[in-house]
Structures are given as C-alpha cells and as structure tokens.
C-alpha cells in the first residue's frame, strides 16, 4: 500500500480539492495491516485494536467532505487515482502507521465540510473563533490501552481544525505521550502545537510538520522521525 501510494504521489500531482470524497469513510485499522483501509475510498468507519500500544489519530479533509471526488476539480491537497482521494494527512499517518507498528484512526465529523474551500475555511474560522466542537461519528476506538497517540491534521488558519479537540474532548489523553504532527501549504505548524499542548495538559509539545508539495520525497524522514522517537 505504502509503495502503491507512494507511487501515485510521484506520478500524480498534489491537487486542491472543492469536491471530495465520501464521508461515511476512513477508518481504524489494526497494525497488522488487516481491518479496514487508512486513507479515503470506501473503508468502513470501525476500530480494530491489537496490543499495539501505540495510535495514530488523524483528520483528513478528504475524508471530510461529502461527494466523492471523481476527477481533480479541488481544493484540499489530494491526490487522486482510479477514483480514490488520498488526503495528505491521511497518507503521513499511514507512514506514521507502519513505521511505529500503530493502529489508526481516521477522526470523521457527523456534519461534513463543504465542497467549497472558500466555504469551509469561513466555517473554520467561525468555528475556531466561537471554540465550537464539532460532534465526531460514533467509532469503537477505546484509547486506553495506547501509551502513545499521534495526533495527525493540517493546519487550519495557522491553527488547528476544531475537530482535533473534539477528538480530544472525547478521549482522555491525560496519561499518554501525546505527539503532533501536521501537514500544510508552507506556512508551517503555527499555533498548532501549543493549541493540542493546552488541550491535552501538555506543555511544549512538538511534532512533525510537512508541507503537502513535500510529502511525495518524505518518507525516509518520517521513518527517521518517528525511529528518533524512541517509542
Ligand atoms: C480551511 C483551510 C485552511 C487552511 N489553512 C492553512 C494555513 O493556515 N496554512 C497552510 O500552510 N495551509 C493551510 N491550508 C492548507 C492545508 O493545511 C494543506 O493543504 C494540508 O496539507 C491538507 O491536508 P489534508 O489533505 O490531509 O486535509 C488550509 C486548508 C484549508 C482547507
């Protein structure tokens, strides 16, 4: 899969997507690669643990939208293939994913985002401005048996999107080793890690960030990040 992916981020340029994929999609899957897919398509939103003690929770735009996206008329930073939308977020936590034998687990919103870029990042700001938490879909993900969780998103208005929170706020992190990593236009992690640092009780977090243009060149880092980890 990491190849496939791999492949089709060399082969197919990273696009900016007004229409997306579905969202009733995305999902948790085990670490031994079986369950159900990471990235968008038609995965099903279920959680499959193992006793992998590590998770990485990611929010991906093209998970979070409501029409499947089927040519390149766009606005997030995607890619897509024989129909698939693969979100940047999404294809660095599946990086994340096999190089630290994880589970993962998509964050999907009950309501999704617009079609529309402009749409959505008005909503965005309104939502980061009011400190709305919007509700998440209903998952079996249990978190208590993680010692790690990386927390994957792009960076929304120099900050976090607002359903990084409701996935905090509906998962107690107080205990975990809590690792940010973030993907963007290249403007960089700006508050972001500060913000999920409040959130989780957790002063000077840091992580990864990777602009989206870089993700197709960027798996050896990722290995060798997330090997620097010691986890
Ligand atoms: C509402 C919205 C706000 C964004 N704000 C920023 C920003 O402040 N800085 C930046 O570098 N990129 C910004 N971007 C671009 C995304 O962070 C970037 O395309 C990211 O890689 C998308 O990841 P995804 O495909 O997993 O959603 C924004 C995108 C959207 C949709």
Redesign the pocket.
């Known amino acids: 899969m990491k190849k496939c992916l791999l492949a089709l981020f060399s082969a197919v340029a990273l696009v900016?997507l007004t229409a997306c994929t579905g969202n009733d999609d995305g999902a948790s899957t085990n670490s031994d690669g079986s369950g159900t897919e990471a990235t968008g398509g038609n995965a099903a939103n279920t959680t499959t643990q193992t006793d992998s003690n590590v998770l990485v929770a990611y929010f991906?735009?093209?998970e979070n939208v409501p029409t499947p996206v089927t040519d390149a008329d766009t606005?997030?930073?995607?890619l897509i293939s024989d129909g698939e939308v693969y979100?940047?977020?999404?294809y660095v936590a599946s990086t994340i994913q096999t190089a630290a034998n994880a589970d993962i687990h998509s964050i999907l919103v009950e309501e999704p985002y617009p079609d529309d870029?402009d749409a959505?990042?008005d909503q965005?700001r309104e939502e980061q401005a009011d400190g709305f938490l919007p509700p998440l879909q209903a998952s079996d993900l249990d978190v208590s048996s993680y010692d790690t969780v990386f927390i994957g998103y792009?960076?929304?208005?120099?900050?976090t999107p607002q359903a990084i929170f409701s996935f905090i706020e509906e998962n107690d992190l107080s205990d975990k080793r809590v690792i940010p990593f973030c993907?963007?236009?290249?403007?960089?992690s700006?508050s972001s890690y500060s913000e999920i640092g409040e959130a989780v009780g957790q002063s000077n977090l840091s992580g990864l960030d990777l602009e989206?243009e870089e993700i197709p060149e960027s798996e050896e880092a990722i290995q060798e990040w997330v090997a620097s980890l010691e986890l």
């Open positions: 900016t991906s735009m093209a606005s997030a930073s995607t979100g940047a977020t999404a870029y959505t990042t965005n792009p960076v929304w208005a120099t900050g993907t963007h236009a290249g403007y960089g700006g989206a």
